[in-house]
């Protein structure tokens, strides 16, 4: 299903809010970046998105599981829909320590 996902659709503007969100984290340290054309360029490198790196396996998987085991109940959408929060709050963390 993921790779039906990832092959049926463009996610042009989930990878420019990704770079974006790290160039604007950057700044708060002071570190020079630049989003061009989705590619995040900083002092000593270049960082460029593949679909494979977006985590939708990654955020298919938890909540599938979490959907599967918890039922169909509210709590189990809030902690479906925070937890995808956490995992895209990770990616913009892994994307600015990179």
Request: include cysteine; glycine fraction near 10%.
């Amino acid at each position: 299903m993921g790779y039906f996902i990832l092959g049926c659709f463009e996610f042009t503007p989930w990878v420019n809010f990704l770079f974006n969100s790290s160039h604007e984290i950057l700044s708060w340290f002071n570190i020079d970046s630049v989003v061009e054309s989705q590619v995040l360029i900083g002092d000593k490198g270049s960082l460029s998105m593949l679909k494979s790196c977006l985590g939708l396996n990654t955020m298919l998987l938890f909540a599938s599981l979490v959907f599967i085991m918890g039922g169909n109940n509210r709590a189990g959408w809030i902690y479906i829909v925070s937890g995808l929060l956490i995992l895209n709050i990770a990616n913009i963390i892994r994307l600015v320590l990179l």
